[in-house]
């Protein structure tokens, strides 16, 4: 089985909004990637209001996301993402709630909900509730807002169950107004060198209340998962 993907915006529109869709129920036991929503407009990606669940992919090379932008000034809004699913993989990253891609100029990531819970039989097992790509542009930012990054996974060998996932030590992409987001995972924070286990690590390293200095950890309760 090839990718699986629910909803795709492509390079060619402008100004794109992917809004109100439930996208949901499918599955692959291919080595490729299952996602449910992928916005690529080359202007303005808005992503807003969808509900995302039930997603899984069956192989040890298998991945799975939930929401993800890869173009223009990418706007996740307000998104309910959450039982995705890769019970096989061995991949230390198999599993993004919200994915931000090299190729956005500027992400505006705000009031969404994301709740992962996985396990995997893979002896390298990883997963992230949100995972930014940053890019060198003058221009390039990306601002997290409100959200609520839930990752309950159970990480095998070097993987790590991460609320909140970069890919560089660099943190001048990261917008100083950056606040009040919700986390509960193993791992709050991951850059591939550095790792936060406890709040105070993390608001220590987003410059001593700069950013997140109005941030928690909670484990809250839900009434419905997907």
Known sequence: QGPITGISTGSQARYCVTQYNTVGGFSSTGASL??????????????VRNKVFNLSCDNANGTVVGVASDNGVARILSNRIGDL?????NNSNAIIGINL????DFGIVAYNTVYINATS???????????????????YLVS???NVLINKS???????SVAHRRTTTDLSTFDTASNKNLFFASTIFSDGVNTDATLAAYKTRMANGVRESI?????P?????I
Request: with cysteine; proline share 6%; charged share 5%.
């Open 215 to 219: 941030c928690f950890v909670e484990d």
């Open 144 to 146: 997290l807002n409100n």
């Open 154 to 160: 159970t990480a095998n060998g070097g993987g790590l």
């Open 121 to 139: 039989s893979g002896s390298i097992f990883g997963s992230s509730a949100v995972s930014i790509v940053p890019v060198t542009l003058p221009s």
């Open 85 to 89: 699913r890769t019970p096989s993989a």
């Open 221 to 225: 309760t839900f009434l419905s998962t």
């Open 101 to 104: 891609l090299t190729g956005i």
């Open 34 to 47: 299952v996602q449910g929503i992928i916005s690529s407009a080359y202007d303005t990606p808005i992503i």
